[in-house]
């Protein structure tokens, strides 16, 4: 099996007047957009945007766990199933759940626990299902960023939202979010997720090479970008409620 | 209605049919009125083609992609084109997460069917050549809202899918492909346009596109897929009986809402022109 | 047959007017002022103990020296006395399965579905009748239930006997958000009697966030389901109850019904 146009990695990954390939600068966010509550039948949703990602997030729960046997006595369990279209890569990827997938899954997992108080709900299921339409690099940063907002929009009670990015090195430079083709063709990959009740880290990998002390750059960099984001995913909660109080209250509304 | 679940209750049941023999259906439409279409195409760039369809509250998401491979020994000088469905647990709390299973091979091969025997995709234009070089085309259909009526949303989506596709275009060069710089687009890959219209039946009333309770409690659905002048496939499905003179009213009234359809939509706007 | 039992101070909620109105996210500061106020509903204290942080999406609610959240959205947790609007979806000979729209399923013992009688007969010891078998209901049947027992170890317990208790024939129930029951409801019963009044409907709210309804015909149902689906939606805002009224009234011209 063959494809006509090769997934080809350019040569260099700035442009003449030292802008990124997509135009972007060091340190920006490609586009982001949120939206809470999409899908009627979950008990909680969100759907996102960010740069060419398109991810559908949906959360079950407190539910019966099935198969039965992997219940706890003592507390819920929580479970993520990240997936993604066979159409959201270059070349089309199988239906089943590959290996990448199910590690991803499990990142996933235990980066949102954290949050959730899984000892008050003994015997249940918390379900996240993930579903990718369109992938185009940091995925599981942006999966983890909408997942929280669904579990938010389930009603389910959390210490705190997370959030999270993923930064890197690109040509010798340290930058923030990269794109599909910054993550191929760059030289190191940090995702990374923040938990805001204890500012502390949920998730976090590296691939590449990095001196002892771009490490913390990194993180000073993640941090800043987490905060931008974490801004959006509190109005992505919150505006769907406020237009509606705006709309009645006749925008007397405390902030 | 109760949010869902597998038991329906009886007063619901109860409601929904008397409401029909009156002719009126619980969310306001006539027996042969569709829900609201919504459609967007070409959504996804890493698709060689992409369709968000809502018919009410149902959604679906289609994406192409193609491969170049052998063709089949007995059709060497013709493409291929598969679909795939997928029900994901995000669209209802009824689907499980695993294989596909019966609801998820039916929706798949019914559209398929549709699609396949009406001259609607232009295989021998798949062939790059003869004997040595196909496209294989992957129809995959996703459902991300469970509002009843998959069929028709997935037969819809598959074709402005179809429709607003762009697939790089290859030359046969001495023994391998290579890509010549354009892309056939939907254009050329699609004639015709079979639609699939489903009806439900609940006790001895007949009516089109089942919303989800009425789809829960249906004794039994029918879907037909038409082009303008020809009926190009059939299937029934659950228990119900249908009485020969109302198959033969529904084959009717397919090609007439078919045709009506397929006006509405004008789903040849979604085509796509690429450099 | 209808709701007029408001025994919960939580049918308040929505209705104070103190109410500041301000919409909380998860892990959202409530106050650092830790020495005036304590966490109330819907909050924690944080793990340093200087924040009161809100646990959900929801409205920020001040009582005397509590601060609540009251949460937008959320799943119901089963409460002895609570009435609820149950499925039956199984049954044995001993007892009923039923879906109360929480995390378990409740149990109905055949001896709840009876009131019990007593023979008197002369002179012996007075006899207890209550039938003991599932004869009584079907798979499919709602009930308007109460619920006599909820724990962490068991499920759930059900009763039919008692006042506006029982199976229901007719009518069709509809689900909303669990969190919103209260504003259907209203301030001492303010917005269900209006609704009743202006739809001519019978009306019947539980606490599982479902909502059994009957009217003259479709067209009065179907008024009064778009209308709790409209206080669903604007349930975290002010003056609802008047705004309903107007919207009644004027879907009544609209629809041609009255």
Known sequence: MTLLIKDEYPEKLFREDGKRLDGRDLKELRPIKLEVGILNNADGSAYLEWGNNKIFAAVYGPREVHPHHLAKPDKGILRVFYRMATFSVFERKRPAPGRREKEISMIITDCLEPVLFLELYPGTSFEVFIDVIEADGGTRCASTTVAALALADAGIPMKSLVTSVAVGKIDGKIVVDLSGIEDKAGEADLPCAITWFNEEISLLQFDGDMDLNELDTFLKLAKDALKEIYEMQLNALKSKYITIQEKYNGGQVKQ | MMSIRRVISKIERNYIINNLKNEER?????????????IKHNLVASAEGSADVCLGDTRVITGLKYEVGEPFPDIPDEGVCTVMAELLPLASPLFERGPPDEQSIELARVVDRGIRHADCIQTKKLCIKENEAVYILFVDIYVINYSGNLIDAGGISALTTLISSHIPEGKWVDDHVEWTGGYITGETIVKELPIVLTFGKIGDIIFIDPSLPEELICDGKISISVTKDKVTSIQKSGAATFSIDDIQMLNKKAMELGNLLRDNLNLWQYKVNIE | MENDELDSEEFEDFEDEEFTRDLVVPGEILTEDIENFLPGRGTILNEKKDK????????????????????????????????????????????????????????????NTYKRSKIKTRGRIEKDIGDTSTEKYSIGDILITKIISADRLNMPELTTVGKYLGKRSNGIVISIDTPKIPRVIGRSGSMIKLLKNLTKCHIFVTQNGRIWLKGEDLAHEKLLIDAIKKIEKEAHTVGLTDRMSEYIENEKKKRGIN
């Open chain 2, 26 to 38: 619980i969310d306001g439409r006539g027996l042969w009125d569709y829900r609201e279409w919504k």
């Open chain 3, 52 to 111: 009161i942080i809100s646990l959900n999406i929801g409205l920020k609610k001040i009582t005397k020296n509590y601060i609540n959240v009251i949460p937008l959205r959320g799943f119901y947790t089963p409460r002895p006395g609570d009435k609820v609007i149950a499925l039956i979806v199984d049954k044995n000979p001993v007892k009923y399965r039923c879906d109360i729209n929480a995390k378990d399923f409740a149990i109905l013992k055949p001896k």
